[in-house]
């Protein structure tokens, strides 16, 4: 039996939360980062904080079966939940700073992803959560309406709402009228 086998649910019982933890924290550690907007601190204190009380549930949590759902779960639910908190911080500006142009020609294939994330980023807790359950970690309509406690038809119009404004946030970016784009009037 794999290590996988026991973290998706196949002979969970028998492990111990330290494995667990071994063979799951980069993925969990990389959905925190993408709930959070790429903040690692951000992203590191929630899954310490999610971890802690998943410890404190170790034995509940296995015996419902797969541990690494249910985390995830919590994970999302935490992520939402500290992003209603702090929903009064002001969002940061999405400018991309463009001194260089030939900086930008040998990072490009960087700044498309950078744009992304930081666009992923400005968007509300729920609707990012939805973004990152059905297109990062690919689950359903019916899964990621699960694991938010909602139901589809709420996955489909947040996904919708949140890909509306990421097109926007993305194509501010690119928007001749932003002074973003190369001087071709300079001799």
């Given at each position: 039996?794999?290590?996988?086998?026991?973290?998706?649910?196949?002979?969970?019982?028998?492990?111990?939360?330290?494995?667990?933890?071994?063979?799951?924290?980069?993925?969990?550690l990389t959905l925190a980062l993408l709930l959070t907007g790429r903040q690692r601190a951000e992203a590191e204190d929630l899954l310490q904080d999610v971890l802690e009380r998943a410890y404190r549930r170790w034995s509940r949590i296995i015996r419902n079966g797969g541990p690494e759902p249910y985390v995830r779960q919590m994970l999302v639910n935490a992520a939402v939940d500290r992003g209603r908190r702090l929903r009064r911080r002001p969002e940061a500006p999405l400018a991309v700073?463009?001194?260089?142009?030939?900086?930008?020609d040998q990072v490009?294939?960087?700044?498309?992803?950078?744009?992304?994330?930081?666009?992923?980023?400005?968007l509300p807790p729920r609707q990012r959560a939805v973004l990152v359950?059905?297109?990062?970690?690919?689950?359903?309509e019916a899964q990621t309406a699960a694991v938010l406690g909602c139901s589809a038809g709420?996955?489909?119009?947040?996904?919708?709402r949140a890909l509306s404004r990421l097109r926007e946030l993305?194509?501010?970016?690119?928007?001749?009228?932003?002074?973003?784009?190369e001087d071709a009037e300079r001799p």
């Open positions: 039996m794999s290590p996988d086998d026991q973290i998706n649910g196949v002979g969970a019982t028998a492990m111990s939360f330290e494995e667990f933890v071994a063979g799951a924290s980069t993925r969990l700073d463009v001194a260089d142009r030939a900086a930008v490009g294939q960087h700044a498309d992803r950078d744009l992304l994330l930081r666009a992923l980023a400005g359950l059905r297109y990062f970690e690919d689950l359903s709420t996955v489909k119009s947040q996904a919708s993305t194509a501010a970016s690119d928007d001749p009228d932003t002074g973003h784009q």
